[in-house]
């Protein structure tokens, strides 16, 4: 899916691709851009989340939307599942096959031709679990 021939690997690109790709943690924009900052000090947010927009509509990144909160962008753009501490928004990659049987099944309950799904779980982190385990709060 990577369609990289269709757009120009810019420097700034390529800096946003390679500090994407050394992180587990789908960042936000925000994120990203305190990343390739340390590497590019003056560029600014505008322009990272620009072109984090570009590559993602060009297939070189992953764009990660659930209502309400922040796009998340991620480096594997190969299918996968994704779950969300619903406590601190943390999201992770699933190490879990793809169901594809879902998009069968999909498409024999629609009158549509099912070209993928998303799947996204929900959940509490680790950390957040031992945290709340630890105040006397929660």
């Not at 060009?58 to 594997?76: N, P, Y």
């Amino acid at each position: 899916m990577n369609n990289l021939p269709n757009m120009r690997l810019t420097t700034q690109r390529q800096i946003i691709l390679e500090e994407l790709g050394k992180v587990t943690s789908h960042p936000t924009a925000n994120e990203v851009y305190d990343m390739v900052r340390r590497r590019l000090p003056r560029i600014g947010l505008g322009t990272v989340y620009r072109n984090l927009e570009l590559m993602a509509d060009s297939g070189i990144i992953l764009k990660l939307e659930v209502g309400g909160t922040q796009k998340r962008f991620d480096a594997t753009t190969e299918p996968h599942y994704h779950i969300r501490c619903t406590s601190c928004g943390r999201v992770d990659d699933i190490a879990m096959e793809v169901q594809e049987h879902i998009n069968k099944a999909a498409e024999k309950a629609s009158n549509y031709v099912i070209l993928g799904h998303h799947v996204e779980f929900s959940g509490i982190c680790r950390a957040c679990a031992e945290r709340r385990n630890t105040n006397p709060l929660h």
